[in-house]
């Protein structure tokens, strides 16, 4: 009999859910906030910076709670989940990808709008942290909707 693997930071699903909003959000909206408004010599304002320290540090626990953990088990792992567990998280696969190509797409439109109509567009270095940021929620994606799709657990069983 297989045992199934657990993470040792177990966040209630609450306090996951929360993370999971407040940590992507934040850290995207400190991204592009620091690289829109750029102080007075053209770097991140400090402000920007610690902010988005904050959400990183806010996203590392919840990344790495079993919930998320489960989205990463290599293949030959396979016999930890049953089939509604594969089937669950080949569907948050395929949502976060979904995403994931869409937020391109739309990212790719507003750039040749911009470009073309004279919106703003970042500065190399805010173009980097644009992409690291993107990196960084893209990453946990997949688990974070595992986690939305997780039932609560009532207190009456």
């Known amino acids: 009999m297989v045992e199934k693997v657990r993470a040792p930071v177990r966040l209630s699903l609450r306090t996951a859910k929360i993370l999971s909003v407040i940590g992507p959000v934040g850290l995207i909206l400190a991204t592009l906030a620091g690289?829109?408004?750029?102080?007075l010599d053209g770097r991140v304002q400090?402000?920007?910076?610690?902010l988005r320290l904050v959400f990183m540090l806010v996203l590392l626990p919840l990344y790495f709670d079993g919930r998320s953990q489960s989205t990463m088990m290599p293949e030959k792992f396979n016999?930890?989940?049953?089939?509604?567990?594969?089937s669950q998280r080949d569907r948050a696969f395929r949502n976060s990808y979904m995403?994931?190509?869409?937020?391109?797409v739309l990212?790719?439109?507003?750039?040749?709008?911009?470009?073309?109509?004279?919106?703003?567009?970042?500065?190399?270095?805010?173009?980097?942290?644009?992409?690291?940021c993107y990196g960084l929620v893209v990453l946990g994606l997949s688990g974070i909707i595992l986690l939305w799709r997780e039932p609560?657990?009532?207190?009456?069983?």
Do not use: C, T
């Open 99 to 104: 995403i994931v190509v869409g937020s391109v």
């Open 79 to 86: 016999a930890l989940f049953d089939e509604r567990e594969r």
């Open 46 to 50: 400090k402000v920007f910076l610690v």
């Open 107 to 132: 990212a790719s439109m507003y750039v040749q709008i911009a470009m073309g109509w004279g919106f703003w567009l970042p500065d190399l270095r805010g173009a980097v942290d644009i992409g690291m």
């Open 35 to 39: 690289a829109m408004f750029l102080g």
């Open 152 to 157: 609560a657990v009532s207190n009456e069983d």
